[in-house]
């Protein structure tokens, strides 16, 4: 056990506490970050003054070198280190002697931490909009091919009125697109810098907090020390963010289930994204969709966790904090996997363009629009209403679609009915009539298809 605050001990600490208390197994992965921070705040003690420009040096020298060295496997995270900023600067006296005793100078391990994990998050936030938006350029693909792919639209999961693969998959578009905002988003408030808050009433020593700040990519330093040490407003807020990601993929991953279905058979999952079944050789199943949705309670709980650890603590820093870490790499992880698995998996599936148009047509999704073809006609819509009702039960007695009754049949039900209903409930009439904002006309597609290419084109 190699600890930094023995001097007020006479006793070593029990076996089991120090294994109960210890973190350096999870929070090894902040070594960048914490070295990152290290390296500006004694950049920063040099600069002012507070330690000579040359220990500055020898210390940034001894930071490097353990970057360097955890990076090629040549420094090891021993067990004998309680967390990540005891085994930097333990490892810093080792090479770099007394000079290394003065990194800690006007910092807590409760900044530092605080620090480290907002570098962390902040890092990670990017590279969550990173996948986002690969997988919303592969949707646009999706999108530009797919405008008079006619389809039915559904509610309450019953066959409603005839869209496109296009404006289905748009509509998982705009959920994306508000996610990457919201991570945008978050990351702006997330932006100011901890460091120099002390353990929670900043120090007597001159830091110059903005300086750090500005080093490390940060708008500005805090305003408040209490407040720097016992915010984590931050991992909540990715955390939700990640949590909103997981219910979109969710979602996204049951349609997708429902339409490899037997029943459905909208779509063929590539087989590089299918597993068989140990013992019915005519399975393919698909297990990436259902691990995404399966793994969206994970996320979850990785949210309510650290909502449940903040809800009582009192300022400034306690020990319960250390809970926030494995949580939010928990949920960073899956996240990232589930992204990045959906994105090859919705890239590589075939959609089954004949069966999606001929469940349109069988499942009476034109009705509506033969309704309003009635009301053209100078009839009043609930009058259509009830016309097109005793329509499709003659179908359903027939089991056919509205179009495959003759003139003669239709007339026997409505005289109103002429030759010009069959083009006026064709699926391709009932979807490129839809012409307002947002609807599925090819049109309209064409100005989301041109929105979601502006957008794009402005995501970094
Ligand atoms: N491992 C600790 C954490 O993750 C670091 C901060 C320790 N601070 C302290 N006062 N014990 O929160």
Redesign the pocket.
Same mark, same amino acid.
């Given at each position: 056990m190699a600890q930094l605050w023995g001097g007020r001990f006479t006793k070593n600490t029990d076996a089991e506490v120090f294994a109960f208390n210890e &973190?350096l197994s999870f929070?090894q992965r902040l070594y960048k970050q914490d070295i990152e921070g290290s390296i500006a705040h004694v950049h920063m003690l040099g600069t002012q003054g507070i330690i000579s420009s040359e220990e500055a040096a020898l210390i940034k020298k001894g930071l490097t070198g353990i970057l360097e060295d955890i990076e090629n496997g040549t420094l090891s995270f021993g067990p004998e280190y309680?967390?990540?900023?005891s085994f930097v600067e333990a490892n810093l006296i080792a090479r770099i002697g007394d000079a290394g005793k003065k990194l800690h100078t006007g910092r &807590?391990?409760?900044d530092?931490?605080a620090l480290d994990m907002k570098l962390y998050v902040r890092e990670e936030t990017d590279e969550i909009r990173g996948l986002i938006k690969k997988l919303a350029e592969e949707l646009l693909i999706i999108i530009k091919g797919n405008t008079d792919t006619y389809m039915p639209g559904f509610t309450h999961l019953q066959k409603a009125q005839p869209v496109t693969l296009a404006h289905y998959v748009s509509a998982y578009m705009e959920m994306f697109l508000r996610d990457y905002d919201r991570l945008a988003d978050l990351r702006k408030r997330m932006n100011v810098s901890p460091l120099g808050a002390g353990?929670l009433a900043g120090t007597t020593y001159p830091l110059d907090r903005e300086m750090v700040a500005r080093e490390l990519g940060f708008d500005y330093a805090t305003f408040n020390s209490m407040d720097s040490v016992s915010d984590r407003d931050y991992c909540i807020e990715l955390l939700s963010a990640c949590s909103i990601i997981m219910m979109h993929l969710s979602r996204f991953s049951e349609e997708m289930i429902l339409w490899n279905s037997n029943e459905y058979r909208f779509v063929e999952m590539d087989d590089a994204f299918s597993t068989g079944s140990s013992i019915m050789p005519q399975k393919k199943n698909p297990d990436i969709a259902e691990l995404v949705r399966g793994k969206t309670g994970r996320v979850y709980g990785d949210l309510m966790g650290l909502l449940t650890t903040m809800k009582g603590l009192p300022l400034a820093?306690n020990?319960d904090?250390?809970e926030?870490?494995e949580g939010v790499f928990d949920a960073i992880d899956t996240v990232k996997d589930c992204i990045h698995l959906f994105t090859g998996m919705i890239s590589t599936v075939t959609f089954r363009k004949d069966v999606m148009e001929k469940s349109a047509m069988m499942g009476f999704t034109n009705a509506t629009d033969a309704a309003d073809y009635l009301v053209k006609k100078g009839m009043p819509f609930r009058d259509a209403h009830g016309v097109i009702g005793t329509l499709v039960l003659r179908c359903i007695e027939k089991n056919c679609a509205i179009e495959d009754l003759s003139l003669d049949e239709l007339k026997e039900i409505c005289p109103v009915f002429d030759n010009d209903i069959y083009d006026a409930v064709s699926l391709k009439t009932c979807v490129n009539k839809r012409l307002t904002k947002g609807a599925p006309s090819e049109a309209s597609m064409k100005d989301a298809i041109a929105h979601y290419e502006s957008l794009l084109s402005s995501m970094q």
């Open positions: &973190s929070d309680e967390d990540i900023h &807590s391990r409760n530092q931490v353990a820093y020990k904090m250390q926030d870490k």
